[in-house]
Nanobody, 118 residues
Framework: QVQLWESGPGLVKPPQTLSLTCTVS??????????CSWIRQSPGKGLEWMGA???????HYSPSLKSRFSISRDTSKNQFSLHLSSVTQAETDIYLC??????????WGQGTQVNVSS
């Protein structure tokens, strides 16, 4: 059974850098044709795709975040992480990680609440 869970600080001060980690169990993040993504959710804006890292290590970022956002991974720990610099209070959201692939392969973490406040 594939499971994902997010971890990281629940509170970040602006304009610090937010870093969150997604740990995957039950499958390797480098196996098959798989994409690992970060998404955030806020009550007023719905779901926003932030970016993804593919099984081969290639990355793709939302144009609106590209200058401040990056994804890294630690294959030895089967983890991938987001790094978002210069955060603002408006980026107080629930941050979720997901793994997707062909054949209906689609798993999500439960999400972690991040508050941006001074």
């Amino acid at each position: 059974q594939v499971q994902l869970w997010e971890s990281g600080p629940g509170l970040v001060k602006p304009p610090q850098t937010l870093s969150l980690t997604c740990t995957v169990s039950g499958d390797s993040i480098t196996s098959s044709v798989k994409t690992c993504s970060w998404i955030r959710q806020s009550p007023g804006k719905g779901l926003e795709w932030m970016g993804a890292i593919a099984y081969d290590g290639s990355t793709h970022y939302s144009p609106s975040l590209k200058s401040r956002f990056s994804i890294s991974r630690d294959t030895s720990k089967n983890q991938f992480s987001l790094h978002l610099s210069s955060v603002t209070q408006a980026e107080t959201d629930i941050y979720l990680c997901a793994a997707s692939g062909p054949g209906g392969y689609n798993y999500w973490g439960q999400g972690t609440q991040v508050n941006v406040s001074s």
